[in-house]
């Protein structure tokens, strides 16, 4: 079946530092979504990628969607307390089959 | 601003019995899921439910679970005998047209004794 990976597992950075995690898929997904998760909390969606090279901006985070719709990556500049988390992608690998597979996400700690 | 319900916060249950989780997703969206999270680990696809009837389930899904939409507002997960690793958290999600973001409950935690 799909499977969807995400590295690195934990990432501890120093608040003020940069935040990458990378994600990737098994498959060709349709389209791929990003969702935060605070301690003890459920999912919150942040954005959607459709489009092969797609990239989009909220404030400080950086969505990009490779070329080939299999990988994808979420950059966050300047990490604040509030970034703590964990950030999972989700993707859908067809179009009206809107199953959602979750990567296995990349839990933020930051150092104040 | 509307968001998914979830009933109860937490249930408790011996082995072998059954559990209904309740959920009331967002009134007009079309598209409800249940997923579950054991502690620590990814957010897994349990099922998906437009129009009255399962669209997809997961292999985790089996004879076991079952879900229902008794009437216009709530979606509810059964497991007709709970086993031990059971134990997690289960989200119900909804999306306006099975395409955009869903939007998660704030789970149920079940713990099988």
């Known amino acids: 079946g799909q499977q969807v990976m995400q590295i690195p597992q934990y990432q501890h950075v120093q608040e003020g530092e940069d935040f990458t995690t990378y994600c990737n898929s098994s498959t060709t997904l349709s389209n791929i979504q990003w969702y935060k998760q605070r301690p003890g909390g459920h999912p919150v969606f942040l954005i959607q990628l459709v489009k092969s090279g797609e990239v989009k901006k909220q404030k400080r985070l950086t969505f990009q969607f490779g070329e080939a719709k299999k990988n994808s990556s979420l950059h966050i500049t300047a990490t604040q307390t509030t970034d703590v988390g964990t950030y999972f992608c989700a993707g859908i690998s067809n179009f009206g089959n809107e199953k959602l597979t979750f990567g296995t996400g990349t839990r933020l700690t930051i150092i104040p | 601003e509307p968001e998914v319900t979830q009933t109860p916060s937490h249930q408790v249950t011996q082995m072998g019995q059954e559990v209904i989780l309740r959920c009331v997703p967002i009134?007009?969206?079309?598209?409800f899921y249940w997923y579950r999270q054991i502690l620590g680990q990814k957010v897994e696809f349990l099922v998906s439910f437009y129009n009255n009837e399962i669209s997809e389930k997961s292999e985790i899904f089996d004879d076991q679970f079952s879900v229902e939409r008794p009437d216009g507002s709530n979606f509810t997960l059964k497991i007709r005998s709970t086993k031990l690793e059971d134990s997690a958290m289960y989200f119900c999600?909804?999306?306006?047209?099975?395409?955009?973001?869903?939007?998660f409950g704030p789970g149920t935690r079940l713990t099988v004794l």
């Open positions: 009134s007009n969206h079309l598209y």
């Open positions: 999600a909804s999306t306006r047209n099975g395409i955009h973001e869903q939007f």
